[in-house]
C-alpha cells in the first residue's frame, strides 16, 4: 500500500529564510509525487509534481522539490520565505500504470513565518 | 478555465438531516474526486467517477453516503441522517488523464458542520 510521511507538524521560520520541507512515501513502483498549498479555509492548489525525468522538479512560487529514489524523499525547498507562504502544505504520492490513480496524501506541514 | 468549483462553501445541519453538495469540475476533464478533509489532516479519498461511472468507493463511504455525476460533468454528493461525526470538509477533485499521467486540481471545498 502506498503511503507518505510528512514528519514535521509545524515549522517555524523567519521571513527570508530557507525552507526545507520534508515527505517520506512508501511505493512499490516509480510513484507520481505532489505538493499542494493550502490555505485556511481553501482548497488545495498544486505548487509542483515528479512524473518522471529530472529529480529537480521546479513549482510555481518559488517553490522546487528534489526526488531521491534512494531515500524515498521527495522534500519541497524554498530558498526564501515570504510571509504569505504561511499555510499548509501537503504531500501526495500516486500511482500512473494504468487501472485506478488514488493519490494518498500525507498529514500536512504547517508552516508559520514570523517577521 | 474556470477552475473547480463547489457549492455551497458552508453548511451548518442538525444532525439527521439530509445535506447535498455540488462540484462543477474544469470542462474537458473526465475524471472527478470526492475528498474529505478533518482538521489536522490531508484530504482522504471517498470516490471517483470517469465520465459519469462510478468507479471506486472507499470503505470510508458508508452507506448514508451517495455521489452521483449523471451526465459525466457535475457531480453530487448526498450525506443522508448526518451525524457529528460527518462534520469536515468536503472537497472535489477533477483531473484529465492521458498517457498515464494525471493532475488532479481542486475546488474551494465545502465545511460542513453538523451540530
Known amino acids: 500500500a502506498q503511503s507518505v510521511t510528512q514528519p514535521d507538524i509545524h515549522i517555524t521560520v523567519s521571513e527570508g529564510a530557507s525552507l526545507e520541507l520534508r515527505c517520506n512515501y512508501s511505493y512499490g513502483a516509480t510513484p507520481y509525487l505532489f505538493w499542494y498549498v493550502q490555505s485556511p479555509g481553501q482548497g488545495l492548489q498544486l505548487l509542483l509534481k515528479y512524473f518522471s525525468g529530472d529529480t529537480l522538479v521546479q513549482g510555481i512560487k518559488g517553490f522546487e522539490a528534489e526526488f531521491k529514489r534512494s531515500q524515498s524523499s521527495f522534500n519541497l525547498r524554498k530558498p526564501s520565505v515570504h510571509w504569505s507562504d504561511a499555510a499548509e502544505y501537503f504531500c501526495a504520492v500516486g500511482g500512473g500504470s494504468g487501472g485506478s490513480y488514488i493519490p494518498t496524501f500525507g498529514r500536512g506541514t504547517s508552516l508559520i513565518v514570523h517577521p | 478555465d474556470t477552475g473547480v468549483s463547489q457549492d455551497p462553501r458552508h453548511k451548518i445541519t442538525k444532525r439527521g438531516q439530509n445535506v447535498t453538495f455540488r462540484c462543477d469540475p474544469i470542462?474537458?476533464?473526465?475524471?472527478l474526486y470526492w475528498y474529505r478533509q478533518t482538521l489536522g489532516q490531508g484530504p482522504e479519498f471517498l470516490t471517483y467517477?470517469?465520465?459519469?461511472?462510478?468507479?471506486?468507493k472507499s470503505r470510508l463511504l458508508s452507506d448514508r453516503f451517495s455521489a452521483e455525476r449523471p451526465k459525466g460533468s457535475f457531480s453530487t454528493l448526498e450525506i443522508q441522517r448526518t451525524e457529528q461525526g460527518d462534520s469536515a470538509m468536503y472537497l472535489c477533485a477533477s483531473s484529465y488523464r492521458t498517457g498515464g499521467v494525471e493532475t488532479q486540481y481542486f475546488g474551494p471545498g465545502t465545511r460542513l458542520l453538523v451540530l
Open positions: 467517477f470517469q465520465n459519469e461511472a462510478q468507479l471506486e
Open positions: 470542462s474537458e476533464h473526465n475524471r
